[in-house]
């Protein structure tokens, strides 16, 4: 048996790599995190052979500098956390795990620039988790994040990655959902130099219509035809979307969008309490079509329990539950 010893960085890299990211829909999920948290209002994401051969994130946020640049992919170096109250988070990344695990697995390079010159501008490259070299480029204000050869230096990890088109599909999957909970967000998917998606802001302060511009914008105009609007609060829950009447069922529960402060959430457990809550009306071996916005206060829901960050804990799901079941059946 080997005697104790400190891992590498490189090795440390790795293994967080394998925390976070998961497949190629997982680099484009942090990476547009990043550029939301940035400010941009128009990221496009563009990917090549699933995401395998290349992804790539371009948004028109505030960038970065040159000295934050080299920062941005060290370990657990963020700017989103303060006098780190883990307890009051409003961003959507803030770990800082999630850069230097994805160059630690890829040829990585990004551009960026907080000045709207385009002499002022870095690009810093990583290959596969070696020493960052940092150069000047021309680049205007915001950032351009390239991702090649994913796993290519882990070959264990991209034998378990299924076909371009499905790994394609789960990316499309993702865009739809954060494209629903950021109407003032312009986002464009292109698979292969072909545009899948794209949703347009609508410049309207009511946020009935902007669901309804971005709802037809992404999962087509059936949705909301066959919806009722909610916007209900209960303390200090507020919850506002759409409820798929109960003829307007589906097979599973792909159609069932859930955001919890801004953020796209995945829990079975709040899927199961549609289906209860729809027991009555729909067949059950169907499923409700929902999009639902859950908005609380930050410390009644912790959000740090996953590397990746789209599972949550709610402080009272019992006392949740009953409001999401009592709303459904009302409406």
Do not use: W
Not at 94 to 100: K, N
Not at 269 to 276: D, G, H, L, R, T
């Amino acid at each position: 048996m080997n005697r104790i010893r400190l891992l590498s960085e490189d090795i440390i890299n790795q293994i967080a790599a394998g925390e976070v990211i998961e497949r190629p829909a997982s680099v484009v999920k942090e990476l547009v995190e990043n550029s939301i948290d940035a400010g941009a209002n128009k990221i496009d994401i563009f990917i090549r052979n699933g995401g395998k051969s290349e992804i790539k994130i371009v948004d028109n946020g505030i960038g970065m500098s040159c000295d934050e640049l080299y920062l941005a992919v060290q370990r657990h170096a963020t700017s989103k956390l303060n006098a780190d109250d883990l307890d009051n988070i409003k961003t959507l990344g803030f770990r800082g795990e999630a850069l230097p695990a994805i160059s630690s697995v890829s040829a990585f390079s990004i551009q960026s620039s907080n000045n709207d010159s385009l002499a002022e501008g870095h690009e810093l490259l990583i290959d596969f988790g070696k020493k960052p070299i940092i150069k000047p480029a021309k680049k205007l204000r915001g950032t351009t994040i390239t991702v090649k050869n994913l796993f290519f230096s882990t070959p264990a990890r991209l034998k378990f990655l299924k076909t371009d088109d499905y790994e394609s599909l789960v990316i499309k999957d993702y865009v739809k959902k954060i494209s629903i909970c950021n109407f003032s967000i312009q986002f464009n998917l292109f698979v292969d130099e072909k545009k899948i998606l794209t949703s347009l802001v609508q410049d309207s302060k009511n946020r009935t219509s902007k669901l309804e511009h971005r709802t037809n914008d992404v999962l087509g105009k059936e949705f909301f035809k066959n919806s009722i609007f909610i916007n209900e609060k209960r303390e200090n829950y507020s919850f506002f979307g759409l409820l798929g009447i109960p003829t307007f069922n589906h097979s599973n529960t792909k159609n069932q969008f859930i955001f919890v402060n801004q953020r796209v959430i995945v829990d079975k457990s709040i899927n199961q309490i549609f289906k209860v809550a729809y027991k009555d009306v729909i067949p059950y071996n169907r499923f409700p079509q929902i999009i639902i916005f859950i908005i609380c206060d930050a410390h009644l829901v912790d959000i740090n329990v996953h590397p990746a960050k789209n599972e949550v804990r709610f402080k009272d799901k019992n006392k949740l539950n009953s409001y999401l079941i009592k709303i459904i059946r009302e409406a």
